[in-house]
Protein backbone atom coordinates (compact mmCIF):
# COMPACT_ATOMS: atom_id res chain seq x y z
CA UNK A 1 0.00 0.00 0.00
CA UNK A 2 2.36 2.29 0.99
CA UNK A 3 4.87 1.90 -2.03
CA UNK A 4 2.16 2.54 -4.43
CA UNK A 5 1.70 5.86 -3.06
CA UNK A 6 5.09 6.36 -3.13
CA UNK A 7 5.69 5.38 -6.75
CA UNK A 8 2.35 7.33 -7.96
CA UNK A 9 3.90 10.47 -6.27
CA UNK A 10 7.18 9.91 -7.99
CA UNK A 11 6.29 9.74 -11.37
CA UNK A 12 3.32 12.18 -10.89
CA UNK A 13 6.77 14.74 -9.95
CA UNK A 14 8.52 13.88 -12.82
CA UNK A 15 5.66 13.81 -15.00
CA UNK A 16 4.72 17.46 -13.93
CA UNK A 17 8.35 18.47 -14.08
CA UNK A 18 8.55 17.78 -17.50
CA UNK A 19 5.23 19.30 -18.35
CA UNK A 20 7.19 22.63 -16.60
CA UNK A 21 10.28 22.06 -19.02
CA UNK A 22 8.25 21.51 -22.01
CA UNK A 23 5.82 24.83 -20.97
CA UNK A 24 9.11 26.52 -20.14
CA UNK A 25 10.81 25.83 -23.78
CA UNK A 26 7.46 26.97 -25.83
CA UNK A 27 7.57 29.94 -23.82
CA UNK A 28 11.06 30.73 -24.88
CA UNK A 29 9.49 30.09 -28.17
CA UNK A 30 6.64 32.28 -28.16
CA UNK A 31 8.93 35.31 -26.50
CA UNK A 32 11.43 34.73 -29.24
CA UNK A 33 8.84 34.86 -32.28
CA UNK A 34 6.59 37.54 -30.75
CA UNK A 35 3.13 35.22 -31.40
CA UNK A 36 0.50 35.36 -28.98
CA UNK A 37 -2.22 31.96 -29.74
CA UNK A 38 -6.07 32.19 -29.54
CA UNK A 39 -7.87 29.61 -29.57
CA UNK A 40 -12.19 29.65 -29.50
CA UNK A 41 -15.02 27.72 -30.47
CA UNK A 42 -18.83 28.24 -29.79
CA UNK A 43 -20.83 26.53 -27.16
CA UNK A 44 -24.09 28.19 -27.66
CA UNK A 45 -25.85 31.10 -29.94
CA UNK A 46 -28.31 32.88 -28.29
CA UNK A 47 -29.97 35.82 -29.93
CA UNK A 48 -26.95 38.88 -29.44
CA UNK A 49 -25.06 36.74 -27.05
CA UNK A 50 -22.73 34.25 -27.89
CA UNK A 51 -21.42 31.36 -24.63
CA UNK A 52 -17.54 30.46 -26.14
CA UNK A 53 -15.03 28.46 -24.65
CA UNK A 54 -11.54 30.05 -25.52
CA UNK A 55 -8.00 29.24 -25.04
CA UNK A 56 -5.08 32.16 -24.74
CA UNK A 57 -1.89 31.20 -24.75
CA UNK A 58 0.12 34.26 -24.24
CA UNK A 59 3.74 34.90 -22.40
CA UNK A 60 2.07 35.73 -18.97
CA UNK A 61 -0.19 32.65 -18.89
CA UNK A 62 2.44 30.36 -19.97
CA UNK A 63 5.37 31.73 -17.79
CA UNK A 64 2.58 31.52 -15.00
CA UNK A 65 2.07 27.66 -15.71
CA UNK A 66 5.63 26.72 -16.26
CA UNK A 67 6.26 28.06 -12.53
CA UNK A 68 2.72 26.29 -11.09
CA UNK A 69 4.06 23.03 -12.30
CA UNK A 70 7.42 23.51 -11.03
CA UNK A 71 6.31 23.99 -7.98
CA UNK A 72 3.65 21.22 -7.54
CA UNK A 73 6.55 18.87 -8.79
CA UNK A 74 8.74 19.99 -6.38
CA UNK A 75 6.26 19.92 -3.79
CA UNK A 76 4.82 16.22 -4.88
CA UNK A 77 8.28 14.99 -4.56
CA UNK A 78 8.72 16.21 -1.07
CA UNK A 79 5.60 14.73 -0.33
CA UNK A 80 6.73 11.33 -0.72
CA UNK A 81 9.07 11.07 2.32
CA UNK A 82 6.92 13.66 4.28
CA UNK A 83 3.63 11.93 3.94
CA UNK A 84 5.59 8.38 3.58
CA UNK A 85 3.09 5.61 5.46
CA UNK A 86 0.03 8.12 5.20
CA UNK A 87 -3.33 5.47 4.40
CA UNK A 88 -4.92 8.25 1.75
CA UNK A 89 -1.02 9.33 0.07
CA UNK A 90 -2.64 8.61 -2.91
CA UNK A 91 -5.70 10.72 -2.91
CA UNK A 92 -3.90 13.77 -1.58
CA UNK A 93 -1.65 12.73 -4.96
CA UNK A 94 -4.93 13.08 -6.52
CA UNK A 95 -6.58 16.03 -5.27
CA UNK A 96 -2.71 17.97 -6.27
CA UNK A 97 -3.32 16.70 -9.61
CA UNK A 98 -6.61 18.09 -9.71
CA UNK A 99 -4.89 21.29 -8.24
CA UNK A 100 -3.03 21.85 -11.11
CA UNK A 101 -5.91 20.98 -13.71
CA UNK A 102 -8.04 24.02 -12.09
CA UNK A 103 -5.29 26.49 -11.91
CA UNK A 104 -4.05 25.76 -15.50
CA UNK A 105 -7.71 26.71 -17.05
CA UNK A 106 -7.49 29.36 -14.27
CA UNK A 107 -4.91 30.47 -16.09
CA UNK A 108 -5.21 29.76 -19.73
CA UNK A 109 -8.94 30.94 -20.23
CA UNK A 110 -9.52 34.49 -20.92
CA UNK A 111 -13.87 33.57 -20.93
CA UNK A 112 -15.18 34.42 -17.91
CA UNK A 113 -17.87 32.02 -17.96
CA UNK A 114 -15.53 29.08 -18.42
CA UNK A 115 -13.11 30.49 -16.23
CA UNK A 116 -15.36 29.03 -13.29
CA UNK A 117 -14.19 25.76 -14.54
CA UNK A 118 -10.58 26.69 -12.72
CA UNK A 119 -12.13 29.01 -10.22
CA UNK A 120 -14.57 26.84 -8.72
CA UNK A 121 -12.10 23.42 -9.05
CA UNK A 122 -9.62 25.70 -7.05
CA UNK A 123 -12.46 26.01 -4.10
CA UNK A 124 -13.55 23.01 -3.71
CA UNK A 125 -10.16 20.95 -4.00
CA UNK A 126 -9.08 23.57 -1.33
CA UNK A 127 -11.69 22.49 0.86
CA UNK A 128 -10.91 19.07 0.67
CA UNK A 129 -7.20 19.97 0.92
CA UNK A 130 -7.42 21.71 4.18
CA UNK A 131 -9.91 18.79 5.76
CA UNK A 132 -7.64 16.31 4.67
CA UNK A 133 -7.05 15.19 8.07
CA UNK A 134 -10.37 14.85 8.94
CA UNK A 135 -10.31 16.45 12.64
CA UNK A 136 -12.52 18.46 14.24
CA UNK A 137 -9.76 21.41 13.92
CA UNK A 138 -9.67 20.51 9.45
CA UNK A 139 -13.13 20.92 9.19
CA UNK A 140 -13.30 24.09 11.04
CA UNK A 141 -11.07 25.79 8.69
CA UNK A 142 -11.72 24.43 5.75
CA UNK A 143 -15.78 25.30 6.60
CA UNK A 144 -14.25 28.88 7.09
CA UNK A 145 -11.96 28.66 3.96
CA UNK A 146 -15.24 27.39 1.64
CA UNK A 147 -17.18 30.07 3.10
CA UNK A 148 -15.12 32.91 2.62
CA UNK A 149 -13.67 32.24 -0.81
CA UNK A 150 -17.68 31.67 -1.77
CA UNK A 151 -18.21 35.15 -1.02
CA UNK A 152 -15.81 35.87 -4.32
CA UNK A 153 -17.54 32.95 -6.22
CA UNK A 154 -21.16 34.90 -5.51
CA UNK A 155 -19.22 38.12 -6.75
CA UNK A 156 -17.57 36.41 -10.24
CA UNK A 157 -21.26 34.95 -10.76
CA UNK A 158 -22.41 38.66 -10.21
CA UNK A 159 -20.04 40.11 -12.65
CA UNK A 160 -21.17 37.16 -15.31
CA UNK A 161 -24.75 38.30 -15.05
CA UNK A 162 -23.40 42.09 -15.49
CA UNK A 163 -21.30 41.30 -18.46
CA UNK A 164 -24.41 39.92 -20.72
CA UNK A 165 -24.98 44.21 -21.81
CA UNK A 166 -21.59 43.79 -23.43
CA UNK A 167 -22.68 41.10 -25.08
CA UNK A 168 -19.52 38.72 -24.04
CA UNK A 169 -17.77 37.51 -21.28
CA UNK A 170 -13.94 38.13 -23.29
CA UNK A 171 -12.04 39.56 -20.76
CA UNK A 172 -9.31 41.12 -22.99
CA UNK A 173 -12.60 42.74 -24.90
CA UNK A 174 -14.37 44.60 -21.64
CA UNK A 175 -14.99 47.97 -22.56
CA UNK A 176 -16.90 50.72 -20.27
CA UNK A 177 -20.71 50.40 -19.96
CA UNK A 178 -23.38 51.77 -18.30
CA UNK A 179 -22.57 49.10 -15.18
CA UNK A 180 -18.99 49.35 -15.25
CA UNK A 181 -18.40 50.41 -11.63
CA UNK A 182 -21.12 47.65 -10.65
CA UNK A 183 -18.26 45.28 -12.65
CA UNK A 184 -15.42 46.89 -11.05
CA UNK A 185 -16.63 46.09 -7.62
CA UNK A 186 -17.68 42.54 -8.52
CA UNK A 187 -14.36 41.27 -9.94
CA UNK A 188 -12.28 43.44 -7.05
CA UNK A 189 -14.39 41.41 -4.76
CA UNK A 190 -13.63 38.48 -6.31
CA UNK A 191 -9.90 38.77 -6.12
CA UNK A 192 -9.41 40.29 -2.77
CA UNK A 193 -11.59 37.13 -1.32
CA UNK A 194 -9.29 34.26 -3.10
CA UNK A 195 -6.37 36.88 -1.82
CA UNK A 196 -7.11 36.91 1.51
CA UNK A 197 -6.96 40.55 1.39
CA UNK A 198 -8.62 42.44 4.57
CA UNK A 199 -11.45 41.84 5.46
CA UNK A 200 -11.34 38.71 4.07
CA UNK A 201 -7.83 37.90 5.58
CA UNK A 202 -8.94 35.12 8.69
CA UNK A 203 -9.39 32.16 6.20
CA UNK A 204 -5.65 32.23 5.37
CA UNK A 205 -3.83 31.41 8.59
CA UNK A 206 -6.45 28.98 9.60
CA UNK A 207 -6.23 26.90 6.45
CA UNK A 208 -2.67 26.07 7.86
CA UNK A 209 -4.60 22.82 9.23
CA UNK A 210 -4.14 21.40 6.29
CA UNK A 211 -0.44 19.33 5.47
CA UNK A 212 2.36 21.30 5.24
CA UNK A 213 2.97 20.67 1.43
CA UNK A 214 -0.89 21.75 0.95
CA UNK A 215 0.31 25.08 2.28
CA UNK A 216 3.05 25.22 0.47
CA UNK A 217 1.47 24.73 -2.50
CA UNK A 218 -1.90 25.59 -2.24
CA UNK A 219 -1.98 28.30 0.75
CA UNK A 220 1.55 29.92 -0.02
CA UNK A 221 2.60 30.50 -3.99
CA UNK A 222 -0.27 29.69 -6.39
CA UNK A 223 -3.70 29.32 -4.92
CA UNK A 224 -4.52 32.74 -3.25
CA UNK A 225 -2.37 34.47 -6.02
CA UNK A 226 -5.02 33.45 -8.25
CA UNK A 227 -6.86 37.07 -6.95
CA UNK A 228 -4.26 38.76 -8.47
CA UNK A 229 -3.38 36.96 -11.80
CA UNK A 230 -7.40 38.15 -12.12
CA UNK A 231 -6.54 41.62 -11.55
CA UNK A 232 -3.72 41.51 -13.56
CA UNK A 233 -5.82 40.06 -16.56
CA UNK A 234 -8.73 42.56 -16.19
CA UNK A 235 -6.60 45.38 -15.59
CA UNK A 236 -6.87 47.20 -18.49
CA UNK A 237 -10.53 47.33 -17.99
CA UNK A 238 -10.27 48.12 -13.98
CA UNK A 239 -7.88 51.06 -14.28
CA UNK A 240 -10.44 53.25 -16.43
CA UNK A 241 -11.68 54.20 -12.94
CA UNK A 242 -9.15 55.92 -10.47
CA UNK A 243 -11.39 54.82 -7.56
CA UNK A 244 -10.30 51.32 -8.14
CA UNK A 245 -6.63 52.48 -7.72
CA UNK A 246 -7.07 54.38 -4.30
CA UNK A 247 -9.56 52.03 -3.16
CA UNK A 248 -7.08 49.01 -3.70
CA UNK A 249 -4.26 50.62 -2.08
CA UNK A 250 -6.16 52.01 0.91
CA UNK A 251 -6.94 47.83 1.25
CA UNK A 252 -3.67 46.66 0.29
CA UNK A 253 -1.28 48.96 2.78
CA UNK A 254 -3.72 47.98 5.58
CA UNK A 255 -3.39 43.61 4.85
CA UNK A 256 0.56 44.71 4.43
CA UNK A 257 0.57 46.09 8.23
CA UNK A 258 -1.97 44.11 9.81
CA UNK A 259 -0.23 40.85 8.63
CA UNK A 260 3.24 41.93 9.57
CA UNK A 261 2.27 42.85 12.95
CA UNK A 262 0.66 39.94 13.40
CA UNK A 263 3.20 37.56 12.34
CA UNK A 264 5.64 39.37 14.77
CA UNK A 265 2.81 38.32 17.71
CA UNK A 266 2.83 34.82 16.12
CA UNK A 267 4.01 32.01 17.78
CA UNK A 268 3.19 29.28 15.59
CA UNK A 269 5.66 28.43 13.05
CA UNK A 270 2.82 27.86 10.10
CA UNK A 271 0.88 30.93 10.91
CA UNK A 272 4.15 33.06 10.29
CA UNK A 273 4.88 32.28 6.84
CA UNK A 274 0.94 31.89 6.39
CA UNK A 275 0.82 35.77 7.54
CA UNK A 276 3.68 36.44 5.60
CA UNK A 277 2.26 35.26 2.53
CA UNK A 278 -0.42 37.78 3.21
CA UNK A 279 1.81 40.58 3.81
CA UNK A 280 3.26 39.77 0.23
CA UNK A 281 -0.53 39.69 -0.91
CA UNK A 282 -0.87 42.78 -0.13
CA UNK A 283 2.44 44.12 -1.46
CA UNK A 284 1.21 42.48 -5.17
CA UNK A 285 -1.50 44.57 -4.74
CA UNK A 286 -0.23 47.56 -3.69
CA UNK A 287 1.80 47.47 -6.79
CA UNK A 288 -1.31 47.32 -8.87
CA UNK A 289 -3.10 50.11 -7.34
CA UNK A 290 0.54 51.74 -8.77
CA UNK A 291 -1.06 50.77 -11.90
CA UNK A 292 2.31 48.27 -12.40
CA UNK A 293 0.46 45.20 -13.32
CA UNK A 294 3.83 43.28 -14.60
CA UNK A 295 5.63 44.64 -11.57
CA UNK A 296 2.92 42.79 -9.44
CA UNK A 297 3.23 39.46 -11.69
CA UNK A 298 7.36 39.80 -11.25
CA UNK A 299 6.59 39.87 -7.64
CA UNK A 300 4.06 37.09 -8.06
CA UNK A 301 6.70 34.94 -9.54
CA UNK A 302 9.83 35.59 -7.13
CA UNK A 303 7.55 35.70 -4.09
CA UNK A 304 5.98 32.16 -5.22
CA UNK A 305 9.25 30.55 -5.38
CA UNK A 306 10.72 32.04 -2.14
CA UNK A 307 7.37 31.07 -0.54
CA UNK A 308 7.30 27.41 -1.58
CA UNK A 309 10.95 27.12 -0.70
CA UNK A 310 9.98 28.72 2.69
CA UNK A 311 7.26 26.37 3.62
CA UNK A 312 9.41 22.84 2.88
CA UNK A 313 12.12 23.55 4.89
CA UNK A 314 8.94 24.01 7.77
CA UNK A 315 7.69 20.97 6.78
CA UNK A 316 11.25 19.08 7.17
CA UNK A 317 11.47 20.91 10.27
CA UNK A 318 8.07 19.95 12.06
CA UNK A 319 8.64 16.11 10.62
CA UNK A 320 11.74 16.07 12.41
CA UNK A 321 11.20 17.51 15.28
CA UNK A 322 7.98 15.25 15.88
CA UNK A 323 4.95 17.71 14.37
CA UNK A 324 6.12 20.38 16.83
CA UNK A 325 4.87 23.90 15.29
CA UNK A 326 5.42 26.22 18.21
CA UNK A 327 8.52 28.21 17.81
CA UNK A 328 9.33 28.24 21.75
CA UNK A 329 10.06 24.15 21.49
CA UNK A 330 12.61 24.46 19.11
CA UNK A 331 15.94 25.87 18.28
CA UNK A 332 19.05 25.16 17.96
CA UNK A 333 19.01 23.43 14.40
CA UNK A 334 21.63 24.34 12.32
CA UNK A 335 24.46 21.56 13.30
CA UNK A 336 21.89 19.08 13.04
CA UNK A 337 19.68 19.67 10.15
CA UNK A 338 22.30 22.19 8.20
CA UNK A 339 20.43 21.39 4.69
CA UNK A 340 16.82 22.64 5.96
CA UNK A 341 18.27 25.58 8.25
CA UNK A 342 20.20 26.91 5.27
CA UNK A 343 17.26 26.57 2.75
CA UNK A 344 15.00 27.74 5.32
CA UNK A 345 17.66 31.21 6.02
CA UNK A 346 18.48 31.98 2.19
CA UNK A 347 14.13 31.71 1.84
CA UNK A 348 13.90 34.61 4.95
CA UNK A 349 16.56 36.87 3.53
CA UNK A 350 14.84 36.83 0.03
CA UNK A 351 11.41 37.63 2.18
CA UNK A 352 13.18 40.09 3.45
CA UNK A 353 14.60 41.50 -0.08
CA UNK A 354 18.00 41.25 0.99
CA UNK A 355 20.15 42.54 -1.87
CA UNK A 356 20.91 39.98 -4.94
CA UNK A 357 18.06 37.84 -3.98
CA UNK A 358 14.84 36.95 -5.46
CA UNK A 359 13.19 39.17 -3.74
CA UNK A 360 14.97 42.05 -3.74
CA UNK A 361 14.21 43.10 -7.55
CA UNK A 362 10.59 42.76 -7.06
CA UNK A 363 10.04 44.33 -3.44
CA UNK A 364 13.03 46.97 -4.01
CA UNK A 365 11.86 48.22 -7.25
CA UNK A 366 7.81 48.37 -6.09
CA UNK A 367 9.34 50.69 -2.75
CA UNK A 368 11.18 52.81 -4.91
CA UNK A 369 8.16 53.40 -7.52
CA UNK A 370 6.47 54.53 -4.51
CA UNK A 371 8.39 57.09 -3.23
CA UNK A 372 8.89 58.11 -6.74
CA UNK A 373 5.20 59.19 -6.86
CA UNK A 374 3.43 61.61 -4.85
CA UNK A 375 1.78 59.97 -1.92
CA UNK A 376 0.53 61.38 1.56
CA UNK A 377 2.87 60.65 4.37
CA UNK A 378 0.35 58.20 5.98
CA UNK A 379 0.40 55.90 3.16
CA UNK A 380 4.28 56.99 3.09
CA UNK A 381 4.91 55.28 6.93
CA UNK A 382 2.69 51.81 7.02
CA UNK A 383 4.56 50.98 3.72
CA UNK A 384 7.32 51.20 4.79
CA UNK A 385 6.48 50.48 8.29
CA UNK A 386 5.19 47.15 6.97
CA UNK A 387 8.66 46.57 5.30
CA UNK A 388 10.07 46.75 8.90
CA UNK A 389 7.93 44.35 9.69
CA UNK A 390 8.64 41.65 7.33
CA UNK A 391 12.24 41.60 8.17
CA UNK A 392 11.38 41.70 12.31
CA UNK A 393 9.62 38.24 12.14
CA UNK A 394 11.99 36.58 9.36
CA UNK A 395 14.82 37.45 11.48
CA UNK A 396 13.09 36.38 14.53
CA UNK A 397 12.26 32.90 12.79
CA UNK A 398 16.08 32.87 11.41
CA UNK A 399 17.46 33.44 14.69
CA UNK A 400 15.20 30.88 17.15
CA UNK A 401 15.94 28.28 14.58
CA UNK A 402 19.53 28.92 14.54
CA UNK A 403 20.37 29.61 18.33
CA UNK A 404 17.48 29.09 20.54
CA UNK A 405 18.16 26.97 23.13
CA UNK A 406 14.50 27.41 24.92
CA UNK A 407 13.58 24.03 24.28
CA UNK A 408 11.17 20.98 26.09
CA UNK A 409 11.99 18.27 23.87
CA UNK A 410 15.34 17.03 23.47
CA UNK A 411 15.01 15.84 19.66
CA UNK A 412 18.21 13.82 19.88
CA UNK A 413 17.79 11.98 16.34
CA UNK A 414 17.30 15.50 13.92
CA UNK A 415 18.61 14.93 10.42
CA UNK A 416 17.47 16.15 7.27
CA UNK A 417 19.77 13.45 4.82
CA UNK A 418 16.77 12.19 3.39
CA UNK A 419 17.37 12.91 -0.52
CA UNK A 420 13.56 13.38 -1.51
CA UNK A 421 13.55 16.39 0.70
CA UNK A 422 16.75 17.91 0.16
CA UNK A 423 16.58 17.52 -3.61
CA UNK A 424 13.26 19.97 -4.44
CA UNK A 425 14.11 21.96 -1.76
CA UNK A 426 17.71 22.36 -3.70
CA UNK A 427 15.71 23.21 -6.58
CA UNK A 428 14.08 25.70 -5.59
CA UNK A 429 16.57 27.54 -3.39
CA UNK A 430 18.56 28.32 -6.78
CA UNK A 431 15.39 29.65 -7.90
CA UNK A 432 15.22 32.12 -4.67
CA UNK A 433 18.58 32.89 -5.59
CA UNK A 434 18.82 33.62 -8.98
CA UNK A 435 14.88 33.91 -10.24
CA UNK A 436 14.80 37.91 -9.29
CA UNK A 437 17.79 39.03 -11.98
CA UNK A 438 16.83 35.86 -14.16
CA UNK A 439 13.46 36.95 -14.79
CA UNK A 440 14.09 40.78 -14.83
CA UNK A 441 16.79 40.12 -17.39
CA UNK A 442 14.30 37.86 -19.83
CA UNK A 443 10.62 38.81 -18.81
CA UNK A 444 10.52 41.70 -17.10
CA UNK A 445 12.56 44.81 -18.89
CA UNK A 446 11.37 48.25 -17.13
CA UNK A 447 12.68 50.94 -18.75
CA UNK A 448 11.38 53.53 -16.73
CA UNK A 449 14.08 55.62 -14.80
CA UNK A 450 13.55 55.95 -11.43
CA UNK A 451 16.10 59.20 -10.10
CA UNK A 452 15.79 59.75 -6.21
CA UNK A 453 17.87 61.17 -3.53
CA UNK A 454 20.29 59.36 -1.72
CA UNK A 455 18.53 59.16 1.63
CA UNK A 456 15.16 58.22 0.03
CA UNK A 457 17.16 55.26 -2.52
CA UNK A 458 18.89 54.14 0.83
CA UNK A 459 15.11 54.16 3.30
CA UNK A 460 13.92 50.79 2.30
CA UNK A 461 17.32 49.43 3.23
CA UNK A 462 17.76 51.26 6.46
CA UNK A 463 13.76 50.02 7.02
CA UNK A 464 14.46 46.52 6.31
CA UNK A 465 17.60 46.62 8.70
CA UNK A 466 15.54 48.68 11.23
CA UNK A 467 13.29 45.85 11.48
CA UNK A 468 16.01 43.19 11.45
CA UNK A 469 17.28 44.24 14.48
CA UNK A 470 13.83 44.21 15.86
CA UNK A 471 13.57 40.68 14.99
CA UNK A 472 16.77 39.90 16.69
CA UNK A 473 15.70 41.93 19.90
CA UNK A 474 12.51 40.27 20.11
CA UNK A 475 14.13 36.50 19.26
CA UNK A 476 16.44 37.45 22.20
CA UNK A 477 13.84 38.66 24.75
CA UNK A 478 12.09 35.81 27.15
CA UNK A 479 9.43 37.67 28.47
CA UNK A 480 7.89 38.67 24.32
CA UNK A 481 5.19 36.38 25.37
CA UNK A 482 4.56 37.08 28.97
CA UNK A 483 0.70 38.58 30.22
CA UNK A 484 1.79 42.36 31.04
CA UNK A 485 3.13 42.60 27.08
CA UNK A 486 0.38 40.26 25.47
CA UNK A 487 -2.90 41.71 26.89
CA UNK A 488 -4.79 44.02 24.59
CA UNK A 489 -1.94 45.26 21.74
CA UNK A 490 -0.91 41.22 21.52
CA UNK A 491 -4.02 39.84 21.53
CA UNK A 492 -5.94 42.15 19.50
CA UNK A 493 -2.60 41.36 17.02
CA UNK A 494 -2.43 37.68 16.89
CA UNK A 495 -6.14 37.56 16.42
CA UNK A 496 -5.60 39.61 13.00
CA UNK A 497 -7.29 42.82 15.04
CA UNK A 498 -9.93 39.99 15.93
CA UNK A 499 -11.05 39.24 12.22
CA UNK A 500 -10.23 35.80 13.14
CA UNK A 501 -13.62 36.38 15.59
CA UNK A 502 -15.44 38.56 13.58
CA UNK A 503 -15.54 36.41 10.51
CA UNK A 504 -16.70 33.19 12.88
CA UNK A 505 -17.72 33.26 17.03
CA UNK A 506 -19.58 36.55 16.33
CA UNK A 507 -21.34 35.99 13.47
CA UNK A 508 -23.18 32.98 14.91
CA UNK A 509 -23.24 34.71 18.64
CA UNK A 510 -25.79 36.29 18.56
CA UNK A 511 -28.41 33.84 16.24
CA UNK A 512 -27.63 30.99 18.82
CA UNK A 513 -28.04 33.67 21.65
CA UNK A 514 -31.44 34.57 20.12
CA UNK A 515 -32.54 30.50 19.76
CA UNK A 516 -31.67 30.08 23.01
CA UNK A 517 -34.51 32.47 24.26
CA UNK A 518 -36.40 31.01 21.87
CA UNK A 519 -36.02 27.76 23.17
CA UNK A 520 -36.09 28.60 26.81
CA UNK A 521 -39.03 30.82 26.56
CA UNK A 522 -41.08 29.21 23.62
CA UNK A 523 -40.22 25.61 23.57
CA UNK A 524 -39.85 25.03 27.28
CA UNK A 525 -42.34 28.33 28.41
CA UNK A 526 -45.46 29.10 26.37
CA UNK A 527 -45.33 26.23 23.69
CA UNK A 528 -45.67 23.90 26.74
CA UNK A 529 -49.15 24.80 27.03
CA UNK A 530 -50.60 26.58 24.16
CA UNK A 531 -48.60 23.91 21.30
CA UNK A 532 -48.99 20.88 20.43
CA UNK A 533 -48.37 19.07 23.05
CA UNK A 534 -49.91 21.31 25.65
CA UNK A 535 -53.26 21.45 23.62
CA UNK A 536 -52.95 17.69 23.46
CA UNK A 537 -52.72 17.29 27.05
CA UNK A 538 -55.65 19.78 27.81
CA UNK A 539 -58.07 17.88 24.74
CA UNK A 540 -56.84 14.90 26.66
CA UNK A 541 -57.83 15.94 30.23
CA UNK A 542 -60.95 17.31 28.92
CA UNK A 543 -62.10 14.64 27.06
CA UNK A 544 -61.62 12.40 30.55
CA UNK A 545 -63.76 14.55 32.17
CA UNK A 546 -66.68 14.53 29.95
CA UNK A 547 -66.53 10.54 29.65
CA UNK A 548 -66.48 10.44 33.60
CA UNK A 549 -69.43 12.65 33.71
CA UNK A 550 -71.39 11.27 30.68
CA UNK A 551 -70.96 7.77 32.60
CA UNK A 552 -71.99 8.70 36.10
CA UNK A 553 -75.37 8.52 37.84
CA UNK A 554 -74.96 12.26 38.65
CA UNK A 555 -74.70 13.13 35.31
CA UNK A 556 -77.48 10.75 34.07
CA UNK A 557 -79.87 12.37 36.30
CA UNK A 558 -79.13 15.74 35.76
CA UNK A 559 -79.39 15.40 32.08
CA UNK A 560 -83.47 13.99 32.53
CA UNK A 561 -83.87 16.68 34.60
CA UNK A 562 -82.55 19.38 32.11
CA UNK A 563 -84.36 17.57 29.31
CA UNK A 564 -87.50 17.48 31.38
CA UNK A 565 -87.51 21.17 31.93
CA UNK A 566 -87.05 22.56 27.98
CA UNK A 567 -89.92 19.73 27.75
CA UNK A 568 -92.09 21.85 30.19
CA UNK A 569 -91.11 24.99 28.79
CA UNK A 570 -91.69 24.22 25.33
CA UNK A 571 -95.14 22.87 26.22
CA UNK A 572 -95.85 26.10 28.36
CA UNK A 573 -94.90 28.04 25.51
CA UNK A 574 -96.95 26.45 22.78
CA UNK A 575 -100.53 26.26 24.77
CA UNK A 576 -100.17 29.87 26.62
CA UNK A 577 -99.67 31.61 23.50
Known sequence: MFWWGYYLSSVASFFLYFLSFFVGTMLIKMLLSGKVYFVEWCLMDFLPVDVNMSFVFDWIGMSFSSLVLFISASVLWFSSSYMEGDLNLRRFIWLVLLFVASMNLLVYIPNLIAILLGWDGLGLVSFLLVIYYQNYKSFSAGMLTVLMNRIGDVMLLLSIGWFVVQGHWNIFCCFSSTYSFVLMICVMLAAMTKSAQIPFSSWLPAAMAAPTP????????????????????????????????????????????????????????????????????????????????????????????????????????IHACQHVQDLRFVGSLSMQMPVSISCLNIANMALCGSPFLAGFYSKDMILESFVFNPWNFLMFFMVFLATGFTASYSIRLSVISLWNTFSFFPFHNLSDEDYRMITPMMFLVTGAIISGSVFSWFFFDFFSLIMLPMILKVFALFSTITGGILGWQISNSVNVFSKSNFSLFGYSSVSMWYLVYLSTQYIIYFPLKLSFNFLYFLDRGWNEIFGGKGLGLITKQSSSYVISWQTSIYMIYMSLMVMSYVIMFFIMLVFFN
Do not use: W
Open 214 to 317: VSALVHSSTLVTAGVFLLIRFFNFLSEYEYFCYLLMFISVITMFMAGLSANMESDLKKIIALSTLSQLGVMMFSLSMSLPLLALFHLYTHALFKALLFLCAGSV
